[in-house]
């Protein structure tokens, strides 16, 4: 490895807390838990998304899953996926915050089954709930410009566009969205959540400016989990350090690069 | 007896239960779970106050992972 130029340490501030990592990382879908245990110390994400579902009875409160986590000594991020109304969403993110002990919410309220699109009515109704009851809300939405200024409107200091489906893998549909939502609002702290499938799709948001980036599937289904970890640790890393070094101004037209004074046998057309 | 739906099936308990109560007589342990009562938010501290009655949906969630 060739050693890089000695930087800052990169850090930001998103829910209250200050972070050194801006990948932010699922924990569903992995082969084993041991897996998704290594998976995610080795992309050294400081928030893992966990989520509520139906305990069956004779089972103990506690299990095997949420020991690993706590174990990990690093934030959860609970989800509120499933809910279909602000309603839902309201109640799993009340419930969440008694279980895990934390009033983060990842607020996810699904408008379209097949697409697994967010409904943005319902997500905002439940945000502005939300933020009232002292909730720090993470909103999941579409890169639609003015969803997020009604998000911004009731409160949210963080909204999460997505890049495409969620586990669609595809990258960052419409990139140009994403760019005007980062332009409206430089100070609200903006995370690409859902659709990334390829470490360069997290490069590729966090050359946009993005404060962070959400994912799960890209890890958890790579052949290696691990190794693929690591990837996004270092394409995020990369993407960051590509947005402060402040990229060259595309151009129409070929422009050389080596010098073109001395040029050999060159001489003038006629 | 009352007829209840607990996570998505019917079943049945005594009558004149709380939460607290109804959550023993349903053998659920620990405390790692958190619960709604016909899909509003029950706090653990008002479980013994909130009664359980015929008809009435109960949710009962656990940590899992998540995306």
């Not at chain 1, 050194?20 to 928030?47: T, V």
């Not at chain 1, 305990?55 to 986590?69: K, L, P, R, T």
């Not at chain 1, 410009?145 to 998000?151: D, G, H, I, T, Y």
Request: hydrophobic share 40%; aromatic share 8%.
């Amino acid at each position: 490895m060739t050693k890089h130029i000695e930087t800052e340490i990169d850090s930001w501030e998103i829910g209250g807390k200050t972070l050194q990592s801006r990948l932010l990382i699922g924990s569903a879908l992995y082969p084993s838990p041991a897996n998704m245990e290594e998976a995610i110390k080795i992309s050294g994400a400081q928030i893992v998304t966990v989520s509520l579902r139906r305990q069956a009875a004779g089972e103990g409160g506690g299990n095997a899953f949420w020991e690993i986590i706590r174990s990990l000594g690093i934030d959860v991020l609970p989800n509120t996926a499933g809910s279909h109304s602000a309603k839902e969403a309201i109640t799993t993110a009340q419930m969440a915050r008694e279980v895990f002990g934390t009033n983060w919410i990842k607020l996810e309220v699904i408008g379209d089954q097949y697409t697994l699109q967010p409904d943005p009515f319902e997500t905002v109704k439940a945000a502005e709930v939300l933020i009232k009851e002292g909730f720090e809300v993470f909103p999941y939405t579409t890169d639609d410009l003015v969803v997020a200024k009604r998000l911004a409107d009731v409160g949210c200091k963080i909204i999460m566009p997505w890049g495409s489906m969620i586990g669609s893998g595809k990258g960052l549909m419409n990139p140009d969205n994403l760019l005007a939502i980062r332009k409206q609002f430089p100070n609200l702290q903006l995370v690409v959540d859902a659709g990334i499938g390829k470490p360069s799709h997290a490069t590729q948001a966090m050359e946009l400016g993005y404060d962070g980036v959400l994912l799960n599937s890209a890890i958890a289904l790579a052949q290696d989990p691990v190794k693929m970890a690591d990837a996004f640790r270092t394409a995020v890393e990369a993407g960051r350090l590509g947005y402060e070094a402040g990229m060259m101004q595309e151009r129409e037209f070929a422009s050389p690069s080596t010098p073109t004074v001395g040029t050999p046998f060159w001489h003038q057309f006629s | 007896m009352i007829e209840i739906i607990v996570n998505g099936k019917r079943t049945t308990i005594p009558n004149g239960l709380n939460i607290k109560e109804t959550i023993k007589a349903l053998d659920y342990k620990g405390k790692g779970f958190a619960v709604a009562l016909n899909g509003t938010f029950i706090a653990l501290a008002t479980y013994e106050t909130t009664m359980v009655r015929d008809n009435d949906s109960i949710e009962i969630l656990a940590p899992v992972q998540g995306g």
